[in-house]
């Protein structure tokens, strides 16, 4: 039993080999995320409410959607790595390109015209009018700003993308590690009005967040164009967009489902903060502080997620046997799981303490603990989820990833938020617990996926 699960240390040298750079970006990014967050809520509850709608709600449609773009692409680029095609990674990674640009240009035109709108989705509940009209003020500036850095934003996603697809996880953390210092730097001068500039509050923290970003993209575009040599599917990557006529529609096949699929979760975590945000005005600042102290501690399991998904697609791509595939994908799952249940623990821990950071209301802090504590007890769950998710995807079945993905989303917790929120009279602290348990027959689903085993296909044989 403990070999079918635990592998040996060369397994686990190549496994951290990709997965670690991985794990140190998104640890510092959300590590930084944590230090706006808490700079931000040392201005005001409203200031802190209207960042969240934008970056938890708004923005967060639009960052998934465009993972989803160009994640149908990623399966192919995978394999393409594995086979070791590189004419088949260029094509790849032109659709990444021109799908991304079209969906900034589709989402920069949507948050221009129906900010007000879309902001005010979320200042529904209970609570001061002048509260509500000082978030959705302090929310439409923030985005307005943020809009700017869609731009650096989508072109990063696919260079940074495509290297880690390629198993050169190192660069795009380097990019992100210099990216954060600097977005943390300017925040602290913008926000406060440190060294004789003027204090820009929920402003400064926009126009740091768009310096880093194109900070980001300087160093992920220059070294890769610099580096052909270990990357050559970058040469003679402008001279024309061309993409063969089967490849392109095999990618659009298996790669519509996941741009629906990131764009459903998004919109469904978006439509369930907004029952949330109807049983108070406190509750979106408290899931403000809850959600970025549960992205950082889900950082390993998230990270390991990604890496599953990648290592399997090369397998795949290279033609291995579906007993070592199957092997490794179990391992790498079960490692998954285990930092999950690690972290969940740790996050109880210190759930009491870290809201105490905040300068909001005591209310506001009590919800936050108990939002932490709630999502910790499921992290287990998730990280079993994650590295289902990017298997199946891995191997091309998009349909069946949309239906795990999504589907439990909307056809559970979004009902269950809805009719909880405005019928039942049940404290917000219930509601969160009922729709966080959908994970529960979540996994029972992922797992009889899994033991299937259709996704063990090489899609680039065709």
């Known amino acids: 039993m403990l070999k079918r699960y635990v592998g040996n240390k060369a397994f686990y040298r190549h496994m951290l080999a990709i997965a670690t750079p991985i794990i140190l970006q998104n640890f510092i990014t959300n590590f930084v995320s944590l230090l706006d967050n808490v700079m931000v809520g040392q201005l005001s509850t409203a200031q802190l409410g209207g960042v969240t709608i934008v970056n938890n709600n708004l923005l967060f449609i639009f960052m998934l959607t465009l993972y989803g773009g160009a994640a149908g692409a990623g399966i192919f680029t995978t394999q393409y790595y594995g086979k070791g095609d590189h004419e088949g990674i260029r094509h790849t990674f032109r659709f990444k390109l021109l799908i991304s640009a079209l969906l900034a240009v589709v989402g920069i035109a949507i948050f221009t015209l129906f ?11 209970d609570g001061d009018a002048a509260m509500a009209a000082e978030t959705l003020y302090y929310g439409k500036l923030y985005l307005q700003i943020m809009l700017i850095g869609l731009v650096p934003f989508v072109v990063t996603n696919a260079y940074a993308g495509t290297l880690r697809e390629c198993g050169k996880t190192m660069v795009p953390m380097v990019a992100g590690f ?4 600097v977005n943390l730097c300017f925040n602290y001068v913008l926000i406060f009005g440190h060294l004789g500039l003027p204090q820009l509050g929920v402003a ?6 768009v310096i880093a970003r194109f900070v980001e ?3 992920v575009v220059i070294w890769a164009h610099a580096h052909t040599r270990v990357l050559p599917f970058l040469k003679g990557l402008y001279r024309s967009f061309y993409i063969p006529a089967a490849l392109l529609k095999a990618i659009i096949v298996k790669g519509m489902p996941l741009l629906v699929n990131e764009l459903g979760y998004a919109m469904g975590m978006a439509i369930l903060n907004q029952c949330y945000s109807y049983c108070g005005l406190a509750v979106l600042p408290a899931l403000s502080i809850s959600t970025t102290i549960y992205n950082l501690g889900s950082v390993v399991y998230r990270s390991l997620g990604n890496t599953v998904g990648i290592i399997t697609g090369q397998m795949l791509g290279a033609n291995r046997s579906e007993q070592e595939v199957r092997d490794s994908n179990r391992k790498m799952t079960a490692f998954g799981v285990l930092s999950g249940v690690v972290f969940g623990a ?7 303490i870290i809201p105490n950071g905040y300068n909001t209301t005591e209310e506001v802090r009590k919800l936050a ?4 504590i709630i999502s910790s007890c499921a992290m287990p769950l998730q990280a079993y989820i994650f590295p289902v998710y990017f298997t199946l995807r891995s191997g091309g079945k998009t349909m069946i990833t949309l239906a795990f993905d999504c589907g439990a989303n909307w056809l559970l917790a979004i009902p269950l938020a809805f009719i909880l929120s405005r019928f039942s009279g049940l404290p917000i602290l219930a509601i969160f617990a009922v729709c966080n348990s959908i994970d529960i027959p979540k996994c029972l689903f992922g797992w009889w996926l899994i033991r299937r085993g259709t996704w063990i296909q090489n899609i680039t044989l065709s």
Do not use: N, S
Not at 178 to 181: D, I, K, M, R
Not at 369 to 372: P, Q, R
């Open 369 to 372: 603990t108990w939002f932490i």
């Open 115 to 125: 900010d007000d709108q879309l902001v005010g989705l979320y200042l529904q509940g």
């Open 178 to 181: 210099v990216a954060t210092g």
């Open 204 to 209: 400064g923290a926009a126009i740091a967040t």
């Open 217 to 219: 993209m300087g160093i």
């Open 346 to 352: 740790l996050l109880i821990a210190l759930a009491g």
